[in-house]
């Protein structure tokens, strides 16, 4: 019986996570160094792999920097950066940190990475710290790619100010070589088999390299022996309802400066950024509750943008928004711009309707005379209420006093145009000290 296709075979000479070798055979005189050669070049060039892109070290914004109390400056802490090795199954750009007080080591291990990424040589130094004041905060943005990237390509609008790209080297096989041996073949010295080394950085075995580098060389050849009717190019549309998750979320809506900050240290910058997380991971952070996650939301939900990736089932924390596992809550204090937090967007437009309706009803009857005509301006004056809770009250289409015992102290104090309980208590004071009260 003669040679045939079926008759090669793969057998593993060694294997383990980093190195292997195997051999391929029997191949027809020829073929051994033309499989090696093109397994080889295509082991070094297209395997998919995980490398970081950019880098933020607070306190410095480019890498020709010496840092105070650390022993290295910044190009020597990015050259030890470029050689961590980084496993992952993501399809965008994340971010790893680390921060560091303090005399002592900082080792690749000591960052902090979401769940499906993971550094490999753990041990890695990356900076020493000698003095007891020195810090040191970084943030990695790492991405998945192939073969050698330059700094200026990894180059990204998005990225915060003080991040500088650096190149990275995508390619998880390291060394790849190969030699052809003379073999026998039913009773026939006119064969080889093929040995090939294959030695990775650890993020990927050699074996599955080989298995991606042989389906990739299978589905170009299948491309070419396929005959296909020449079809015109695939119009890609991009929907315009998608760009707001590319937008930095302080472009979209106003956060408080400890929000913010909490948001830059963790890498959060973009509306994606921020759905990409799930309630757990946000709730995880320091100086961050339910409070403040409750209240970003809120804002982020009267964008009209956002309504139309509602239906988006890959954000993590849309899914949870919908699912009603983040509820949103009130607390008793006075509303400012950094610290205000709101009901829902459905139980502000009931209370605000509802009060609106009971003011206009009474709007249509004879004007009141005596205190209940009062007007709204007078008694704000009278008791020191300012003009921006009296452009609350006007909202409401309340003119006088009158219109204020229409209204409950819920009214008063819930919704997008309440005013303070203080204020509302002096109302309600004032009220009483003429015989007349707020709504039961």
């Given at each position: ?8 075979r793969?057998?593993?000479v060694?294997?383990?996570?980093r190195k292997?070798e195997?051999?391929i ?6 073929y ?5 050669n093109?397994?080889?070049?295509v082991l ?11 880098v ?9 920097t ?6 290295e400056?910044?190009i ?6 470029k050689?961590m090795?980084?496993k ?17 080591a900082?080792y690749?291990?000591?960052?902090i990475?979401?769940?499906s990424?993971?550094v490999?040589?753990?041990d890695?130094p990356i900076a020493?710290l000698v003095?007891n ?5 970084m943030n990695?943005y ?9 700094a200026?390509?990894?180059?990204d ?5 003080g991040?500088f790209?650096?190149d990275?080297n995508f390619?998880?096989v ?14 026939s ?20 390299a080989?298995k991606?580098?042989?389906k990739?060389l299978v589905?170009y050849?299948n491309?070419i022996?396929?005959?296909k ?5 695939p119009v890609?549309?991009h929907?315009?309802k ?18 913010g900050?909490?948001?830059?240290k963790?890498g ?6 921020l ?7 946000l709730?995880?952070?320091k100086?961050?509750g ?11 939900m009267k964008?009209?943008?956002?309504e139309?990736?509602?239906d ?6 849309i899914?949870?928004?919908k699912a009603?596992?983040i ?7 006075e509303?400012?711009y ?5 009901e829902?967007s459905?139980?502000?437009?009931e209370?605000?309707?509802k ?8 709007s ?31 909202k409401?289409?309340?003119?006088n006093?009158e219109h ?6 819920e009214d ?9 309980k ?7 004071e ?6 007349l009260k707020?709504?039961?």
């Amino acid at each position: 019986m003669g040679f045939t296709i079926e008759s090669l075979r793969l057998a593993v000479v060694h294997d383990d996570d980093r190195k292997g070798e195997y051999r391929i055979g029997p191949l027809h005189k020829g073929y051994g160094v033309t499989i090696g050669n093109t397994l080889r070049r295509v082991l070094l060039s297209s395997i998919n792999g995980t490398a970081v892109i950019a880098v933020h070290i607070d306190g410095i914004a480019h890498q020709f920097t010496a840092m105070p109390g650390i022993l290295e400056d910044g190009i020597q802490i990015i050259a030890n950066i470029k050689q961590m090795v980084i496993k992952s199954d993501i399809n965008d750009k994340k971010v790893i940190t680390c921060t560091k007080k303090g005399i002592g080591a900082v080792y690749a291990g000591d960052f902090i990475c979401p769940g499906s990424v993971e550094v490999v040589n753990k041990d890695l130094p990356i900076a020493n710290l000698v003095d007891n004041d020195a810090k040191l905060s970084m943030n990695l943005y790492i991405e998945n790619g192939v073969e050698y990237r330059l700094a200026e390509e990894n180059r990204d609008v998005t990225f915060p100010i003080g991040t500088f790209p650096i190149d990275s080297n995508f390619c998880p096989v390291s060394h790849v070589s190969f030699n052809v041996k003379p073999s026998m073949f039913n009773e026939s010295l006119n064969y080889e088999n093929l040995f090939l080394q294959v030695e990775t950085n650890g993020a990927i075995t050699p074996m599955d390299a080989l298995k991606s580098a042989s389906k990739i060389l299978v589905e170009y050849f299948n491309s070419i022996t396929i005959e296909k009717e020449i079809e015109e190019a695939p119009v890609v549309v991009h929907f315009e309802k998608d760009e707001i998750l590319k937008k930095p979320i302080e472009e979209v809506i106003p956060l408080s400066v400890r929000t913010g900050n909490v948001f830059k240290k963790a890498g959060i910058y973009t509306v994606q950024d921020l759905f990409n997380q799930s309630k757990k991971e946000l709730l995880s952070l320091k100086n961050f509750g339910m409070k403040s996650l409750s209240s970003t939301l809120e804002e982020l939900m009267k964008v009209p943008d956002i309504e139309h990736i509602m239906d988006r089932e890959d954000l993590p924390l849309i899914k949870e928004y919908k699912a009603g596992e983040i509820a949103i809550t009130v607390d008793d204090f006075e509303p400012t711009y950094e610290t205000a937090q709101k009901e829902t967007s459905s139980e502000v437009a009931e209370t605000e309707k509802k009060a609106k309706i009971a003011v206009e009803e009474k709007s249509s009857e004879k004007e009141p005379t005596g205190i209940l005509g009062k007007s709204i301006e007078d008694l704000c004056t009278e008791l020191s209420i300012s003009d921006s809770q009296l452009e609350r009250l006007r909202k409401y289409h309340i003119s006088n006093v009158e219109h204020l015992t229409h209204m409950t102290f819920e009214d008063l104090t819930v919704g997008n145009n309440r005013i303070s309980k203080k204020n509302a208590k002096k109302i309600e004071e004032f009220l009483q000290e003429h015989d007349l009260k707020l709504k039961e």
